[in-house]
C-alpha cells in the first residue's frame, strides 16, 4: 500500500533532551511538511521541503530542525531549545507543485509527543 | 496573511444536508480555498479545493461566489461518520498555509 508512515505513534521524552520523528512516503511525492496541533486548535506548520537537499521555515521553526537526505524522507528533529514540544505532529506529503500551487496534502497518522 | 472565519461548532442529523460556511474577506489573488476534514487522533484528509464558482466530488459540493470573500462546504446526505473537524484554509503557495481552529460538526442519529 502507498502511503506515509510516522513511528513511533506515542513517544515520551525527559525535559532536555532532543528526540526525532520519522515520516517516510511511498507515494513518489516530491513536497513533504512537518505540522504541529496542540489540543483544540489547527495545524501550525514547522517545515517543508519541496525538494530533496532543501527545506524552508514554517510559521513556528524555532526550537526544531530537518534533513531531506533522501526523496521518500523527512526527519524532524525536536531540539531542547523548543520550549513546549509536548504536541501532535503530523508529517504530509504532497505532488510537485504546478504553478505555485499547493497540491493535496496526504498526511500520516501522526506522532503525539509528550515531554515529561 | 489572509484569514478564515468559521463556526466554531454545527450540529446536524443523519441524512440532511449540512452546509459550513468560511468567511475569508481578504482573500488573495492567487489564493486558492481549500477543505480538510480531521478526526481525533488523525491527520487530516482533503476533501475538496476551488478557486471560484461550484466544485464538486463525490462527497462534496463547494461553492465560492463571484467576489470570493467566502466560501460554503456542502455536505450532503451526511451521517454519524462525518463527525469530525472541518478545516478551510487558503493557500498560493507552502510557505502561506494557515489552519484556522475549524469547525467541529456532531452528527446525531
Known amino acids: 500500500d502507498g502511503g506515509i508512515t510516522q513511528s513511533p505513534k506515542y513517544l515520551f521524552r525527559k525535559e532536555g533532551q532532543n528526540v526525532t520523528l520519522s515520516c517516510e512516503q511511498n507515494l513518489n511525492h516530491d513536497a513533504m511538511y512537518w505540522y504541529r496541533q496542540d489540543p483544540g486548535q489547527g495545524l501550525r506548520l514547522i517545515y517543508y521541503?519541496?525538494?530533496?537537499?532543501?527545506?524552508q521555515k514554517g510559521d513556528i521553526a524555532e526550537g526544531y530542525s530537518v534533513s531531506r537526505e533522501k526523496k521518500e524522507s523527512f526527519p524532524l528533529t525536536v531540539t531542547s531549545a523548543q520550549k513546549n514540544p509536548t504536541a501532535f505532529y503530523l508529517c504530509a506529503s504532497s505532488p510537485r507543485n504546478r504553478d505555485r500551487v499547493l497540491n493535496e496534502q496526504f498526511f500520516g497518522p501522526g506522532t503525539r509527543l509528550t515531554v515529561l | 496573511l489572509a484569514k478564515t472565519t468559521q463556526p466554531i461548532s454545527m450540529d446536524s442529523y443523519e441524512g440532511q444536508e449540512v452546509n459550513i460556511t468560511c468567511s475569508h474577506n481578504n482573500i488573495a489573488t492567487n489564493d486558492y480555498i481549500t477543505w480538510y476534514q480531521q478526526f481525533p487522533s488523525q491527520g487530516p484528509r482533503f476533501i475538496i479545493q476551488?478557486?471560484?464558482t461550484k466544485v464538486t466530488n463525490e462527497v462534496a459540493s463547494l461553492f465560492i461566489p463571484a467576489d470570493r470573500k467566502s466560501s460554503t462546504l456542502s455536505l450532503p446526505r451526511v451521517s454519524l461518520s462525518d463527525t469530525a473537524v472541518y478545516y478551510c484554509l487558503l493557500h498560493s503557495s507552502a510557505s502561506k498555509i494557515i489552519f484556522g481552529s475549524g469547525t467541529r460538526l456532531s452528527i446525531r442519529p
Open positions: 476551488g478557486y471560484k
Open positions: 521541503s519541496q525538494i530533496v537537499n532543501d527545506f
